[in-house]
């Protein structure tokens, strides 16, 4: 149900919106940030997977590092087109030139801020320079995409006077940049819509993410007739960070009956990945790839989930690579304890299931916090073993760390009764070896793919969540413990008791 209908009068809709991706432009510039020419080609081989258009692989002129993985990445002869930026200026287009890009992304500062505190040019002097560098550029034959740095705070009639120049100059298409984050909705609509009526070529919108309208901005743009929209995984990038792709995009198809090229299905799998090279934690509550976006704790909500998932969910969480969690805690009803016992395996009457829940709400309010590991106990000493008896247990863990490696030694209690080595570079890395190896051995499978999260909490524990894909199916567990090495071993325990009780690979 879009709304596309609704609001026909009143937007230019384009039926489709072309994705040019800048994770490892403006994305990389999220401070801290430094990809390897490695990571860069993984995540430009995952961007173009992931169907964006238009891949902005970085800034040459920055350093030799930068220009080599332009390089690299255009070698790899990708369906997406590659892009780069440039300043309005000879030598950065000639960088761009030499790295043999489809697209160089020329851009100048435009506002009288950026021209009397940074440039210190004039007006005309700038349009001298955007002319100069778009003949120059286009006199190469490449696609020459240019922006107006600023273009929100910039004089109207000057910004249009500008496009109209780049237009003029030869440039393929212009985007507005909101390059602070200073615009509202309807000032962005006005502004593309302004910049419309007086160019012929494709709009671009670009917007940051500083008062947290990036996302609601570029939409506005796309209701204004913007055809191009400028994202990041994550939203990374400068300061706030940029619009995210997944929110912009997973918009446009669902709330406004936009298409784009982009493949949904794959989107949460390059958040991790672009959160596993950057380092930059996805928060729990970011839409679409946070982790709760697709959990439910409320009994209200859970039970209207199962009864309908449209009751409160906005799409299918497997449109976006995406699982529902079922989470136990103090708001909890009966809906969310079959539920969860399900997933274990675990049938219980509905007298062993108010059970249960009395008593789940009686430790969360003693202050508890409720995992799975508290759960199964909770079932073990409610219901009798007769019920559940852990399939398999932590007996013991120890971890030693050397000057450059850690070792950690994991012990399962009966009937595996085992004990397990493993070395890393440090202790997270020794456990993840651990449970490998122990995926490897019960269920003839490989971790595929997981997720480790674990912070330590002011009240003085860790949580801890691990994610295994075994043989198709995903199976998701959570540790909460003082150690957070314990927190994380209980959290793969409660991860793989699933995948022993639901099929996956030989259980
Ligand atoms: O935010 C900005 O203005 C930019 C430009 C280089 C397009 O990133
Ligand atoms: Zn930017």
């Known amino acids: 149900m879009a709304w596309r209908n609704m609001i026909s009068g009143e937007s230019k809709l384009p039926e489709k ?101 940074k440039l210190k040019m004039t007006r005309e002097e700038v349009l001298k320079k955007i002319e100069e560098a778009i003949t120059y550029a286009k006199d190469h034959g490449v696609v020459v ?7 929100t705070r910039t004089d109207l009639e000057f910004l249009v006077k500008v496009f109209k120049v780049a237009e003029e100059s030869g440039a393929d298409s212009v985007d507005i940049p909101d390059t602070v984050g200073f615009a509202i909705p309807i000032v962005m609509k006005k502004i593309v819509s302004k910049v419309r009526e ?6 671009a919108v670009h917007c940051h993410d500083d008062m947290g309208l990036a996302v609601a901005n570029s939409l506005a743009g796309v209701e204004a007739g913007a055809e191009i929209v400028h994202v990041t995984i994550n939203g990374i990038g400068e300061r706030a960070g940029n619009a995210s792709l997944e929110e912009v995009v997973v918009s446009l198809h669902t709330l406004y009956g936009v298409k784009t090229n982009v493949k949904l299905e794959k989107i949460y799998e390059l958040s991790r990945l672009v959160e596993k090279l950057t380092e930059i934690i996805v928060p729990k509550n970011k839409a679409i790839v946070g982790e709760n976006a697709f959990s439910h704790e ?59 829940l009395m008593e789940v709400k009686k430790k969360c309010d003693q202050g508890i916090k409720m995992t799975e590991t508290e759960f199964l106990k909770i079932i073990e000493e409610v219901c009798g073993k007769e019920v559940f008896k852990k399939p398999v247990d932590i007996r013991g863990i120890l971890v030693e760390n050397t000057l450059d490696k850690s070792i950690a030694i994991l012990s399962l209690n009966e009937p595996n009764n085992k004990l397990y080595f493993g070395v890393g570079r440090n202790q997270l890395e020794a456990f993840l070896e651990i449970f490998k190896q122990i995926l490897m051995e019960e269920k003839g499978a490989e971790v595929k793919d997981y997720k480790i999260w674990f912070a330590q909490k002011p009240k003085g524990y860790s949580e801890s969540e691990v994610i295994l894909s075994v043989n198709g199916l995903e199976f998701i567990g959570r540790g909460v413990h003082p150690d957070p090495y314990i927190a994380f071993a209980q959290a793969f325990i409660n991860a793989f008791i699933q995948s022993m009780q639901r099929g996956g690979a030989n259980g």
């Open 17 to 117: 919106v072309m994705i040019l991706d800048t994770t490892l432009r403006d994305g990389e510039q999220t401070p801290g940030v430094a990809l390897t020419i490695d990571a860069k080609m993984e995540i430009a081989k995952a961007l173009d997977e992931l169907g964006v258009d238009v891949i902005e692989a970085g800034f040459p002129i920055v350093s030799r590092g930068e220009e080599e993985a332009v390089k690299r990445i255009v070698k790899e002869n990708l369906d997406a087109e590659i892009c780069v930026l440039a300043r309005a200026d000879r030598r950065d287009i000639d960088k761009a030139l030499e790295c043999d890009v489809d697209w160089i992304h020329i851009f100048i500062a435009t506002s009288n801020i950026h021209l009397t505190h």
């Open 298 to 356: 409320s009994g209200i909500h859970v039970h209207g989930v199962i009864s309908s998932p449209e009751t409160y969910e906005p799409i299918d969480p497997s449109i976006v690579g995406r699982n529902r969690k079922i989470i136990i805690g103090k708001h909890s009803g009966r809906h969310s304890i079959e539920e969860l016992s399900k997933q274990f395996g675990i049938r219980l009457t509905s007298e062993q299931t108010l059970k249960v």
């Open 198 to 203: 007086n160019v012929k070529i494709p709009v």
């Open 145 to 151: 995409h240019f922006s107006a740095e600023d273009a």
